[in-house]
């Protein structure tokens, strides 16, 4: 009998208790106006979504065009090389051997250029890209972990009120 007073004793102060922190809680959300403040946060999260998605769609368009002039190196590395043959052929062949030494520097080089031209432009996209993704992803953790837990508070509150409607007294 004793531990079934003792059982309704703690089982009412906690319900008192609950009642307390439930009060002060609405007065807080009423005094600085929360909902106004996480609609905020949630236009705030909608706006740094789009700019990130119009960033990735400008890297993107960015690397295709770095692609499309990737793809005329060839036309204008044999622009190159018919110009060079052209001279080759107008030389008398003393200066012959001197020429095709230098058709095939310009070949290495003109492959290396576009080599270094095309690696520093996927890094340079790559990077936007990863940059992009990075604060689009950090921003958005960041407000799932709030949005998650204050729904965690506001699901645990409503479920103790449920409790408590059906404790009869």
Not at 34 to 58: F, P
Not at 70 to 94: G, H, M, T
């Amino acid at each position: 009998m004793h531990n079934e007073s003792l059982f309704l004793t703690v089982l009412e102060s906690n319900i008192i208790n609950f009642l307390i922190m439930m009060s002060i809680l609405v007065w807080i959300f009423k005094k600085f106006n929360l909902g106004k403040i996480i609609d905020n946060l949630a236009d705030d999260i909608k706006n740094n979504v789009v700019t990130s998605a119009e960033a990735v769609q400008n890297a993107l368009k960015e690397y295709k065009e770095t692609r499309k002039e990737s793809r005329e190196i060839p036309n204008k590395k044999q622009e190159i090389l018919d110009d060079a043959k052209e001279s080759v052929k107008r030389l008398d062949e003393k200066s012959l051997e001197e020429i095709k030494q230098k058709v095939s520097e310009l070949e290495d080089n003109s492959e290396k250029m576009k080599e270094a031209y095309t690696k520093r432009t996927v890094q340079k996209t790559a990077q936007t890209i990863k940059d992009a993704v990075y604060e689009l992803s950090k921003k958005s953790i960041a407000n799932m972990l709030n949005y998650d837990v204050q729904n965690k508070i506001v699901k645990d509150c409503l479920d103790e009120l449920d409790r408590i409607n059906e404790v009869r007294f």
